[in-house]
């Protein structure tokens, strides 16, 4: 069974910092693009950050551009959301995806093949 597992969430004070891990299990995820998404209350999924299949392109969404930083250890078959100076809107549900053989930037959500069950993400003083 092909599973995405996200850890990493809870309740920090704005300016803090999160790390997110996105292990995969029951596959490898040497061939696959990963994608991190949120989702807020009452609002709808966003894109937050994408990898390559290398490790060599990334993406990100303006609203995180300079705060955030995704990367992957294969070798570990982890995808990690390094998530500093954090801001009261940036609390949400946090999903990874993955895409075999896929792209990043990523065109279309609905590709991804695998995804996770969320980890929530509190920020509030």
């Known amino acids: 069974q092909l599973q995405l597992v996200e850890s990493g969430g809870g309740l920090v004070q704005p300016g803090g910092s999160l790390r997110l891990s996105c292990a995969a299990s029951?596959?490898?995820?040497?061939?696959?693009?990963i994608g991190w998404f949120r989702q807020a209350p009452g609002k709808e999924r966003e894109g937050v950050s994408c990898?390559?299949?290398?490790?060599?392109?990334?993406d990100y969404a303006d609203s995180v551009k300079g705060r955030f930083t995704i990367s992957r250890d294969n070798a570990k078959n982890t995808v990690y959301l390094q998530m500093n100076s954090l801001k009261p809107e940036d609390t949400a549900i946090y999903y990874c995806?993955?895409?075999?053989?896929?792209?990043?930037?990523?065109?279309?959500?609905?590709?991804?093949?695998?995804w996770g069950q969320g980890t929530l993400v509190t920020i509030s003083s």
């Open positions: 029951g596959f490898t995820l040497d061939y696959y693009v």
């Open positions: 990898i390559s299949i290398s490790g060599g392109s990334t």
């Open positions: 995806a993955a895409e075999f053989g896929g792209y990043c930037p990523i065109s279309n959500y609905r590709n991804l093949e695998v």
